[in-house]
């Protein structure tokens, strides 16, 4: 994704859009209500889009974003009103969907690890950071298959440890159907105490937890798979440094993201498997 030249590519930005105009309804060009029957012509919604994968991408502000196709007020206001309709959220489930049926999700062996990442201004999941001199910080916990295809994430202060969110973590993989018999959670040293073992145990899943003080390239396992997948999530700009103060806009932000990793995947996987 460098240059952010994938937001010129058709292979990926057409289906994303396509997939998405579905989920939003049908709009007048104008305002029936309007006394005088016209008035400033609706900015059309693919506009937004591509404003919102800019923004996202280069990880600039609504203002410089905005030109005269589209004002930033717009791009934040049709932003809302996506998020109220669910359609980003949407978009990503479809596109897990999509993945799962022709490529197959990797779900007997999941990992899980947080990822800190910087919030200037503050906001609902920010907190003192532990890495960067107590600057505000936001952490994500993030679950992905055996591949590395983002399954979902839970957002807190960067001053929460990673051991009381993988519960919530894991409580994600119910929204994803029957899982196989035997699953492997790949987890980092910061997991290596007796309560995440007792977790595991309760839930009926295997880990694999490296211990603390071995060196970490001979225990590495599985566990790069979401170290990977934070490193393609923080090449969004808007996440790595995320300016957003309201947590539901973050995770807007995220389902969007992640939506393009796993079409990303999902055409890079079946040209080889499909065609």
């Not at 990793?261 to 065609?275: F, G």
């Amino acid at each position: 994704m460098a240059g952010g030249a994938w937001l010129a590519w058709p292979w990926l930005s057409e289906p994303l859009w396509e997939q998405f105009a579905t989920l939003l309804p049908k709009r007048p060009v104008f305002d029936p209500g309007h006394p005088l029957g016209c008035h400033r012509r609706r900015v059309g919604d693919r506009v937004v889009f591509v404003k919102l994968l800019q923004l996202l991408r280069f990880g600039c502000s609504y203002q410089v974003i905005a030109d005269a196709t589209c004002s930033a007020t717009t791009i934040r206001a049709r932003r809302d009103e996506w998020i109220r309709l669910g359609a980003f959220a949407r978009l990503k489930q479809l596109a897990l969907e999509a993945y799962d049926r022709m490529v197959g999700l990797v779900l007997d062996e999941i990992a899980v690890d947080g990822c800190i990442t910087k919030v200037p201004g503050g906001g609902e999941v920010a907190g003192r950071s532990p890495v960067d001199r107590g600057k505000q910080g936001l952490k994500r916990s993030g679950l992905v298959d055996g591949y590395g295809i983002p399954l979902g994430r839970i957002l807190a202060g960067a001053n929460h440890h990673d051991s009381p969110l993988l519960a919530p973590t894991l409580d994600l993989l119910t929204a994803l159907g029957p899982l196989p018999e035997e699953v492997t959670v790949h987890l980092d040293a910061g997991y290596d105490s007796a309560g995440t073992r007792t977790l595991l145990g309760e839930r009926r899943l295997h880990g694999q937890i490296a211990r603390k003080g071995g060196k970490a390239p001979i225990q590495a396992g599985g566990r790069w798979h979401v170290e990977r997948t934070h490193a393609w999530q923080n090449a969004f700009h808007r996440l790595a440094r995320c300016h957003e103060r309201r947590a539901k806009v973050i995770d807007a932000l995220f389902d969007l993201a992640d939506a393009i990793l796993t079409v990303r995947s999902l055409i890079r996987r079946v040209w080889t498997t499909h065609r």
